[in-house]
């Protein structure tokens, strides 16, 4: 790496030239649709570029230009349902208008994203377009990274004259109205999530062919909401099939306030619970990969979509934040999307009519959270409670979202929640596990129970059921809630077709298990058991009190079934990451004990990074802490914490120095382990100009051993030196 000396009559710093800088780690990104500018140079690993188009006066070639002038990987992203496509819609491209390919509502309505930006139905032209229009381009930039953005086809969508031709296409018989039948609306969302699968399959694999080319090795990667999400919100999506694909590399797991808040039943009222809500949706994207092996990202947002106030986006940045980091098999982030709304943008003031840019404090805060994640470690270590429940889900629960048939409702993806929540509630870390990955070893690696319905999903295929049968005889235990009176029960598939005359899914199931189950009851299947509770669970959540039936059968089938110990219950999730102690207490419990962590801790959700003595953390909060119980080296100096990221850190028997760089018009607050106090004037900060700042605040912890510092972030480098 090429340097510049910069020379102080006190002590030398050496600042990297940022144009010949080059980072090889790729643990933590952003994506932003503009060029570089000093207010959001948040020093992540990699800078993802929005769009292959140019934005205002910048070139997509220049955007890319700017952040990797400036020290950055550079990685592309475009929505692969959506975008700002002019040039294939309006004839640009191919000489044909193509605004048809919108995806289209039973009253005739076009399903908008933005200005002349339909969703789309993704048909032959659009494919083709993608290809050669798009990633041709990135590709010829230099750009080997590529993330196709939510594919998302909604499931009120389905009457365009584009998909009336995919269906006959793809079924061999004319289109039938979604509405009408239940069976219809099963067929319109099978054919949506080929159509996805397909095009990304598509795109993905001219994308590696056309950089193999060029002596480049592409990866793929697909930004997608959860399928809890996707489900919740009535939209169909591949999801987890893309995991098994050659062409993709990877995920990014878009989380974030704006789908966990969504409101959810428990007890019988209906909610926001952003945390528990973040943590299911974050966990139903580590089964969908990790059984695959494939890269995961986890995103979330200091702030969201929906303009609310800035205590509102604190508290619940929060909430996500500690969801993800309960996950310690990853550890790669994307930080935020959008730093330039969240910078630049005024938002709202709590109680106020008045709106402010980001506040000081919370952008302190923000800025010590995710330079955390750029030290934040994986580990096998596992979340505090119970680790061997899991939950079946798959890709149908988007097929029977909308519309309702024959009365049949499932409020706000209940049963769905109606499985899951009761058990997270009373602190059970349940797991998900995607049907479609059951092929893979790793899916049910661990689990001793898992909970399944056909309430709200059906199975794809029969190999579901062979490999659950196949699990549960090997001594797995399986409890199976649901009716089996939905409307979707005898849709056209796979049960009730070429020879097959089950009137219900779950009849082929138990059947090759060798069981007959039309009652509530238990029953042996080789060395395992089943346990059937004729309840939809939804019934678990919408009534008050309906959840204890449904926790104590899974209490027995985990410690008379399975014979796996007592089921811990408690009211929080913990888990220990390297130094980092992670906490998250759930209210609506009967237990309201505060969970203590024993001090020395710095609280890395206060911007002003307190060392306690001990935390306390209320039911309904979270807590994110650096132990210094935990750090090995005591007499080795090293930045514990900061609202910046650190470079160029030199130590020498009485010395510290290093360079700080975070964006301009933000406050660096840091904390920093020294093996003695720093001696009188022993602490000189300047700016890459060579000149000392003014209004430094510092401050020596004697007790904990750590110096605190706080002062103006720059893009640029703050130099710091510290002598004792």
């Known amino acids: 790496m090429k340097k510049v000396l910069i020379f102080f009559h006190c002590f030398c710093i050496a600042f990297p030239v940022s144009a010949q800088q080059t980072v090889t780690k790729e643990k933590t990104a952003f994506q932003t649709s503009s060029a570089w500018m000093p207010e959001i140079d948040v020093r992540s690993d990699i800078a993802i570029i929005y769009g292959a188009n140019d934005r205002g006066r910048h070139t997509f070639e220049e955007r890319v230009r700017s952040w990797r002038e400036r020290g950055y990987n550079t990685h592309f992203m475009t929505g692969i349902a959506w975008g700002q496509y002019g040039d294939y819609f309006f004839g640009k491209w191919d000489g044909q208008q193509h605004l048809g390919v919108g995806q289209v509502q039973q009253n005739g309505d076009t399903i908008w994203h933005g200005h002349n930006m339909p969703y789309i139905v993704p048909e032959k032209s659009f494919v083709e377009y993608m290809k050669k229009g798009v990633i041709k381009k990135v590709i010829d930039a230099g750009i080997s990274s590529i993330y196709l953005e939510e594919p998302e086809f909604w499931a009120r969508a389905g009457y365009s004259a584009v998909f009336k031709k995919e269906w006959q296409n793809y079924y061999g018989f004319p289109w039938r109205p979604q509405h009408e039948s239940a069976e219809n609306t099963y067929l319109s969302n099978k054919l949506k999530y080929h159509m996805y699968f ?206 309702t048939h024959n009365g049949f409702e499932d409020p706000q993806f209940s049963n769905f929640y109606g499985q899951t929540l009761p058990l997270l509630k009373l602190g059970i870390p349940v797991q998900t596990v995607h049907m479609e990955n059951l092929g893979y070893a790793a899916s049910l690696k661990g689990i001793k129970v898992l909970v399944m319905s056909y309430s709200n999903m059906k199975p794809m295929s029969a190999d579901v059921h062979q490999q659950l049968a196949a699990w549960v005889k090997k001594g797995g235990v399986l409890v199976y809630c649901g009716r089996d009176d939905d409307p979707y029960q005898s849709v056209m598939e796979w049960w009730n077709t070429k ?44 009534e008050a009190g309906a959840g204890s039936k449904y926790v104590n059968l899974v209490k027995e089938a985990y410690e008379k079934g399975a014979a796996a110990g007592k089921l811990e219950m408690k009211n929080n999730l913990y888990v220990e990451r390297g130094p980092y102690d992670v906490i998250a207490v759930m209210d609506e419990n009967t237990d309201t004990t505060p969970y203590t962590v024993k001090g020395p801790v710095i609280d890395l959700f206060n911007p002003a990074l ?79 100009a060579g000149e000392t700042l003014k209004d430094v605040k510092t401050g020596w912890d004697a007790a904990s051993g750590t110096y605190f510092m706080e002062f103006e972030n720059s893009p640029e480098g703050i130099s710091v030196q510290i002598k004792w």
Do not use: C
Not at 234 to 255: C, F, H, M, N, R
């Open 198 to 403: 397909n095009a990304i399959k598509e795109v993905s694999d001219y994308a590696k062919a056309y950089g193999k080319s060029k002596g480049m090795n592409v990866k793929v990667y697909i930004p997608t909401h959860s399928l809890v999400n996707y489900s919740s919100w009535k939209i169909v999506s591949p999801e987890a099939s893309l995991a098994s694909l050659p062409g993709i590399d990877g995920y990014i797991a878009q989380v974030w306030t704006g789908t966990s808040r969504e409101p959810v039943y428990y007890n019988g009222v209906q909610k926001e619970r952003v945390f528990e809500n973040a943590f299911l949706e974050y966990g139903s994207m580590v089964s969908m990969t990790a059984p695959t092996g494939r890269k995961l990202f986890f995103l979330t947002d200091p702030i969201e979509d929906w303009p609310r106030d800035w205590s509102d986006y604190k508290r619940n940045y929060e909430a996500t934040f500690t969801a993800e980091l309960l996950y310690p098999m990853v550890a790669d982030y994307e930080v935020m999307p959008w730093p330039e709304r969240i910078y630049t943008r005024p938002y709202k003031v709590a109680n106020s009519d008045s709106s402010v840019l980001i506040p000081r404090y919370y952008s302190t805060q923000m800025q010590i959270m995710i330079n955390a994640l750029n030290d934040m470690p994986l580990s096998d270590n596992r979340v505090s409670g119970v680790n061997g429940i899991g939950v079946l889900m798959g890709n149908s629960l988007m097929f029977q979202r909308f519309p």
């Open 499 to 542: 020879g097959n005359q089950y009137k219900a899914p779950s009849e082929h199931l138990f059947k090759l298990l060798g069981i007959k189950a039309d009652t509530d009851g238990s029953f042996k299947a080789g060395k395992g058991t089943v346990y059937v509770m004729r309840q939809h669970p939804k019934e678990f959540v919408m």
């Open 610 to 688: 307190p060392v306690l003595k001990e935390k306390v953390v209320t039911p309904g909060t979270q807590a994110l802490l650096y132990n210094l119980n935990r750090v090995a080296n005591r007499k080795q100096p090293k930045v514990l914490a900061a609202a910046a990221r650190i470079y160029n850190e030199h130590a020498t028997a009485n010395s510290y120095s290093f360079v700080a760089k975070s964006p301009v018009k933000t406050l660096n607050a840091m904390r920093v382990l020294l093996p003695a106090a720093p001696h009188a004037g022993g602490t000189v900060i300047k700016n890459s």
